[in-house]
């Protein structure tokens, strides 16, 4: 190695964050900014709503669309979206799932007590 030769400098712990903070923040504001942009598809359709989807194969499926009063059943696939049929009469909202009662079930810990008593 050559006299007054020196090893080039890398970055310390400072320099290094200061790179994730300023990436961080591109993607923030390009986060921001493409939420802002007209046509985006970020933002959900004023007036558009999925009433109801089901698969009808791999890449095919039947959703019922709510666009205003009238719903429209549509045939979704790879080639593309097609109206199927106008629906005369909405269909009903489906009902709220209750979500089970866990009363009368055994307590975990005693459960555990139980089969830790049992002799084999």
């Known amino acids: 190695m050559a006299i007054g030769a020196h090893a ?8 290094a964050f200061f790179a994730l903070v300023l990436v961080l923040g591109l993607i923030l504001g390009l986060a921001w900014v493409l939420k802002r942009l007209p046509g985006s598809g970020l933002r959900a359709a004023d007036g558009l709503r999925v009433v109801a989807s ?11 669309v709510q666009v205003g009063d009238e719903q429209l059943l549509l045939g979704i696939g790879p080639g593309g979206v097609r109206t199927l049929h106008l629906l005369p009469t909405p269909l009903p909202e ?3 799932a209750a979500m089970p009662s866990l009363r009368g079930l055994p307590d975990f810990k005693q459960l555990l007590a139980q089969r830790l008593r049992k002799d084999p």
């Open 54 to 64: 089901i698969p009808l194969g791999a890449k095919e499926r039947a959703a019922v």
């Open 8 to 15: 080039p400098q890398t970055p310390g712990l400072g320099g």
């Open 94 to 96: 489906p009902a709220a």
